[in-house]
């Protein structure tokens, strides 16, 4: 298994500043991705954090809206800039290891935007 | 990846069987039939998965039919905790690993 901390648990942020949220893992992973979960819906791929490399990002996100680092096999940065109260939803990090298919979720960033 | 239909929700009583089925009528050979739950303010938690054959662990029993056009996630002794929604996915497996969560199912277990 995979032991996930996700920094800030919550947060509540003024219109058109940005908010970064780290995801460390206990473990070396191979896959990390980041989830948003808008109020009452269900989960919706963001993109792959990429070690080493640029993001893959699912159709209808952009890069100069949710910039991802990777910097190594355990550490992840999702950034949502420039917020609008649209962004209000609650972003997850979800790591896959070596060993099987399984994916691990962090739990989650509570992100509030007024 | 395949499309799944679950029921928008579901109760059971307390220490019953909490059996939540999923159509995946369009699964092809390869694609995995994966359970994930999410209790409420929690991420998703891996549950089980199978391809063809009937799989057990010690959250759940997962019955996938013969065609692989449904199956059904078993809690054998429903518990209030298991109160979540319950989410079926279908994926084909590989190294580009990524997952399509639908509305799920959501499960009260009453006491």
């Known amino acids: 298994s995979a032991v996930i901390s996700q920094k800030p648990s919550r947060d509540i942020c003024q219109r058109g500043t940005s908010l970064t949220i780290q995801c460390q893992v206990d473990s070396q992973v191979t896959m990390m991705f980041w989830y948003r979960q808008q109020p009452g819906q269900s989960l919706t791929l963001i993109a792959t954090?990429?070690?080493?490399?640029?993001?893959?990002?699912e159709s209808g996100f952009v890069i100069d809206k949710f910039p991802i680092s990777r910097p190594n096999l355990t550490f992840s940065t999702l950034t949502v800039s420039n917020m609008s109260p649209e962004d209000s939803s609650i972003y997850l990090c979800?790591?896959?290891?070596?060993?099987?298919?399984?994916?691990?979720f962090g739990s989650g960033t509570q992100l509030s935007v007024l | 990846d395949a499309k799944t239909t679950q029921p928008p929700s579901m109760d059971c009583a307390e220490g019953r069987a909490a059996n939540l089925p999923c159509n995946h009528s369009?699964?092809?050979?390869?694609?995995?039939v994966y359970w994930y739950r999410q209790i409420h303010s929690q991420g998703p938690q891996y549950i089980i998965h199978?391809?063809?054959n009937n799989e057990t662990n010690e959250m759940a029993s997962l019955i996938i039919t013969e065609d692989r056009k449904s199956s059904t996630l078993i809690l054998p002794h429903a518990t209030l905790r298991d109160t979540a929604v319950y989410y079926c996915i279908v994926k084909s497996g590989g190294s580009n690993y990524k997952l399509t969560f639908g509305k799920g199912t959501l499960l009260t277990v009453n006491p």
């Open positions: 369009t699964i092809s050979g390869n694609e995995y």
């Open positions: 199978g391809l063809k």
């Open positions: 954090a990429n070690q080493g490399s640029e993001a893959t990002y």
């Open positions: 979800s790591v896959r290891t070596d060993l099987n298919e399984k994916l691990f």
